[in-house]
């Protein structure tokens, strides 16, 4: 939960969260079993009484990849809107990148010129491209952490071979769809690409936190800059780590450990498909871009 500031800042005012990984669910079987539909109509009443208590004059409820392409998605989001009281917008993949990009855009700084954007979740990843003033190309690609680990049906620790496969399945998305259109003489890709999502900022705090003992307190990884170099070295020494070795590393979020070795992969093999050589972590995605363009209709 956010105000908006009299110059454009968002701050934020309350967060809530549920890490339900509902997108594992739709890998490995294309639709929502009754007990995780319980735990997502149980999770939006938990967010409606936080929405009873602070009163908010704007709500802005969206469902993403695990929601739009469940089997049983739409009886899903009826559910919880009525859990939550107000109508659930479920969002496109071309929509969900264009949000992601937007806020990424107002979260980091990097400069008037091109830009590319990649926000990976449980369920999708979504990449944009743009400058200032336009998104030139908005997509969304089935490359979500949960998804990926539900399809293969990952074990612990994940293994070469299955990191092998989770960076097949990259590159096959990637060749098979357009996720930067082409690009002219003025309007060259740069060397780096802006990142957002769980995952990124959990990579973001073990690269910092690697040989300095821990991570300081409340460490915030925004505008970091993260080779993609160390993801693809975070990826293979966390493929051989069962979740126990995973939780001891310096730095690591301990609700994002066990999907963590697949989302490396899939970072470190889509920074290789798009020739870049290192990602620039934004705490800013999905959410605020969804607030700020519902800020500006009102």
């Not at 739409?74 to 992601?100: F, Q, W």
């Not at 010129?113 to 030139?136: F, H, K, Q, R, T």
């Amino acid at each position: 939960m956010c105000d908006l500031c009299a110059d454009g800042r968002l701050v934020t005012v309350l967060r809530r969260r549920a890490l339900l990984n509902l997108g594992a669910d739709v890998g490995s079987g294309g639709s929502l079993p009754p007990g995780r539909v319980a735990a997502a109509v149980a999770a939006a009443r938990r967010l409606r009484r936080a929405l009873d208590d602070a009163e908010p004059e704007v709500v802005v409820p969206v469902a993403t990849a695990a929601l739009r392409e469940a089997s049983n998605g739409p009886d899903v989001v009826a559910r919880i809107e009525k859990a939550l009281g107000h109508p659930v917008t479920v969002l496109s993949g071309a929509e969900e990148a264009r949000l992601c990009f937007a806020g990424q855009r107002a979260g980091v700084w990097t400069g008037n010129g091109p830009m590319v954007g990649l926000d990976l979740g449980g369920g999708s990843l979504e990449l944009a491209s743009g400058d200032d003033s336009e998104i030139w190309s908005a997509t969304s690609l089935p490359l979500g952490v949960a998804r990926l680990a539900g399809e293969m049906s990952a074990g612990d620790p994940l293994g070469h071979s299955r990191r092998e496969w989770v960076e097949g399945r990259v590159d096959q998305a990637f060749a098979g769809a357009r996720v930067i259109p082409p690009m002219g003489r003025d309007r060259d890709v740069p060397g780096r690409a802006v990142v957002s999502g769980g995952t990124a900022r959990a990579l973001a705090r073990l690269a910092a936190s690697a040989g300095r003992g821990g991570p300081r307190s409340g460490m915030v990884v925004n505008q970091t800059e993260l080779p993609v170099r160390q993801v693809r070295q975070l990826a293979y020494a966390m493929a051989e780590l069962d979740l126990a070795a995973r939780v001891a590393m310096p730095g690591m979020p301990a609700r994002r450990a066990a999907l963590i070795p697949v989302g490396a992969a899939v970072l470190a093999a889509a920074g290789s498909n798009l020739g870049i050589e290192r990602y620039v972590v934004s705490e800013w995605g999905l959410r605020e871009g969804a607030l700020l363009e519902a800020f500006r209709r009102e």
